[in-house]
């Protein structure tokens, strides 16, 4: 078992820093929200080469304010998805996808429209799909770590049970600064031990230093990513996703 730790100043400091960063968040999320319809759909895009004749791929993404985007980067075609999305177009794969985001909310936390990542899911998925992504994780930082542990649970069994063929990929939190207080990885354990227990596959932000020495890729409140930002996290995603949708026994 690991050992509680004391924080240090700094480290409290930190922790109230994201903290505070996250409580605005919740503001600026419900204004920005309010022109924002529920049922957050892809953007349409033109794709540059023929679609391959194949059933379409259906696609469901549930997330917090890093995929809904925010003042700060990301918003309708420029968000990671629909880069994410565009792409796989551009290169041939047809897919039907569908977006459940909202700020300030994570498995346990709820957004500024009310509703966590478990009850997302059981107003998106459907038996048909065939990828469920689950980005985010940071809104619980700050929650009781039982809460947390049965809302992931819940999550992730319900994708489980609902869209039993559907590849799961889990993208635990980012963290908005290179040493993330023990909190925020406390939660990133916990979602990715049980991301591995029920075969998911786990892309872990803050172990691959997602956002360390590149400012430009953070907006001026410190927390959430630019254009340039959501960019960067559709490149790091798209090979993930690509192979996920791929079949079995594809070179990947």
Do not use: C
């Given at each position: 078992?690991?050992?509680?730790?004391?924080?240090?100043?700094?480290?409290?400091?930190?922790?109230?820093?994201?903290?505070?960063?996250?409580?605005?968040?919740?503001?600026?999320?419900?204004?920005?929200?309010?022109?924002?319809?529920?049922?957050?759909?892809?953007?349409?895009?033109?794709?540059?080469?023929?679609?391959?004749?194949?059933?379409?791929?259906?696609?469901?993404?549930?997330?917090?304010?890093?995929?809904?985007?925010?003042?700060?980067?990301?918003?309708?075609?420029?968000?990671?998805?629909?880069?994410?999305?565009?792409?796989?177009?551009?290169?041939?794969?047809?897919?039907?996808?569908?977006?459940?985001?909202?700020?300030?909310?994570?498995?346990?936390?709820?957004?500024?429209?009310?509703?966590?990542?478990?009850?997302?899911?059981?107003?998106?998925?459907?038996?048909?799909?065939?990828?469920?992504?689950?980005?985010?994780?940071?809104?619980?930082?700050?929650?009781?770590?039982?809460?947390?542990?049965?809302?992931?649970?819940?999550?992730?069994?319900?994708?489980?049970?609902?869209?039993?063929?559907?590849?799961l990929i889990v993208v635990g939190p980012v963290s908005?600064?290179?040493?993330?207080?023990?909190?925020?990885?406390?939660?990133?354990?916990?979602?990715?031990?049980?991301?591995?227990?029920?075969?998911?596959?786990?892309?872990?932000?803050?172990?691959?230093?997602?956002?360390?020495?590149?400012?430009?890729?953070?907006?001026?409140?410190?927390?959430?990513p630019t254009d340039e930002g959501h960019a960067y996290?559709?490149?790091?995603?798209?090979?993930?996703?690509?192979?996920?949708?791929?079949?079995?026994?594809?070179?990947?």
């Amino acid at each position: 078992m690991a050992k509680t730790r004391r924080l240090s100043s700094d480290r409290r400091w930190q922790l109230a820093g994201i903290g505070a960063l996250i409580l605005v968040t919740v503001i600026v999320a419900a204004a920005f929200g309010v022109a924002r319809t529920r049922h957050q759909q892809d953007v349409p895009v033109l794709s540059s080469a023929p679609l391959a004749n194949q059933k379409p791929k259906k696609i469901v993404v549930i997330g917090d304010s890093f995929t809904e985007g925010t003042p700060q980067g990301g918003v309708g075609a420029n968000g990671w998805q629909q880069l994410a999305f565009r792409q796989l177009r551009t290169d041939g794969i047809d897919i039907t996808p569908s977006v459940a985001a909202e700020g300030s909310a994570g498995y346990a936390a709820r957004g500024y429209r009310g509703t966590n990542f478990v009850e997302e899911a059981h107003r998106v998925l459907a038996p048909d799909d065939n990828l469920v992504i689950i980005f985010g994780g940071m809104n619980d930082a700050t929650m009781d770590p039982k809460s947390e542990a049965s809302a992931v649970s819940d999550t992730f069994g319900f994708v489980r049970t609902t869209a039993p063929q559907a590849q799961l990929i889990v993208v635990g939190p980012v963290s908005p600064v290179a040493d993330p207080p023990p909190e925020l990885t406390r939660v990133r354990d916990l979602i990715r031990d049980q991301a591995n227990q029920v075969g998911a596959i786990f892309v872990d932000p803050i172990a691959d230093r997602w956002f360390d020495n590149l400012p430009s890729s953070i907006g001026p409140d410190g927390l959430h990513p630019t254009d340039e930002g959501h960019a960067y996290m559709s490149e790091k995603l798209l090979p993930v996703i690509r192979d996920a949708l791929a079949p079995p026994g594809a070179p990947r």
